[in-house]
């Protein structure tokens, strides 16, 4: 009984690991977004001329801004993104190796089980 | 030299795993239709746009027209330079812009996105494929359990 406790736990621990990857999956497809969205402002931007108006969104206000400035916040948040995705590639194959792991291990125990309850069939029969 | 990992035979799977395939066959499917309905929307939004540049070429300096400050509520006002559109580039930048180079932005947005629904519209096909395949192979699998329940 103890036994079958102890596997619940652990299937219990690897719906826990694979929700959190799932997590992380949906979070690598926002920053993908982002990352798309800001590269395409970077190319519109490179592309206007020196004496381009510019303005950002603020709000609901327009609000005028250098065209330089411009480049440049959208180049930092460029980088702030491309960190920010290393990171959380960090973190899904860190946690896609612990889900094989707890897998493997919950596979295991229900092998075990298993030859558990042909041994004991085994047994009856004689 | 690493061995390339081979894929089991659809036929090799038990009832339960086919159902789990084609579960996540679906969520996948779902997923890219989503995301192609998403960019067929944005085509749409952008197609707008150009027809709305064509819209204000012949409009003049002086011009009057009625601007939506919400859906049911509009504004009399008065163009005083119809030849400068301000353009969205994203990420909450616009940019001031004539006609021409307007009109350039939303010909490459255009082209982009067309470029992401083929990719898309490729995907979905291949999905809906592997759908048929394993609906098949489910199919299969329960006549030949029923037709072993039948002879015993």
Do not use: W
């Amino acid at each position: 009984m103890a036994d079958m406790a102890k596997f619940e736990e652990e299937v219990n621990k690897l719906r826990t690991l694979e929700k959190d990857r799932e997590k992380y999956f949906t979070s690598r497809q926002e920053m993908e977004m982002r990352l798309t969205e800001s590269k395409n402002v970077k190319a519109e931007l490179d592309l206007m001329e020196s004496d381009s108006k510019v303005y950002k969104l603020i709000g609901a206000v327009l609000v005028r801004q250098d065209l330089e400035e411009a480049r440049s916040t959208v180049e930092k948040r460029l980088e702030f993104i491309d960190s920010e995705t290393k990171r959380v590639e960090a973190s899904i194959s860190d946690i896609s190796k612990k889900c094989t792991e707890q897998r493997d291990k919950v596979m295991n125990m229900q092998k075990s089980f298993q030859m558990m309850a042909q041994a004991a069939a085994q047994a009856q029969k004689k | 030299m690493a061995e390339e990992p081979k894929g089991v035979p659809l036929s090799e799977l038990s009832l339960q795993q086919l159902g789990e395939l084609q579960k996540n066959c679906e969520q996948e499917l779902n997923f890219f239709q989503e995301s192609f309905n998403a960019l067929k929307g944005l085509l749409t939004r952008n197609e707008k746009s150009i027809s709305a540049l064509d819209d204000v070429k012949i409009a003049t300096a002086g011009h009057t027209a009625l601007i939506p400050l919400s859906e049911s509520l509009y504004i009399r006002a008065e163009l005083s330079d119809p030849s400068k559109h301000l353009v969205e580039i994203g990420t909450g930048y616009f940019v001031e812009l004539d006609r021409e180079k307007a009109k350039a932005i939303f010909d490459r947005k255009k082209e982009h996105i067309t470029k992401q629904v083929e990719t898309v519209e490729g995907i979905l096909k291949e999905k809906r494929r592997t759908r048929a395949y394993i609906s098949d192979a489910f199919q299969t699998k329960v006549q030949s359990q029923l037709a072993t329940m039948n002879t015993q």
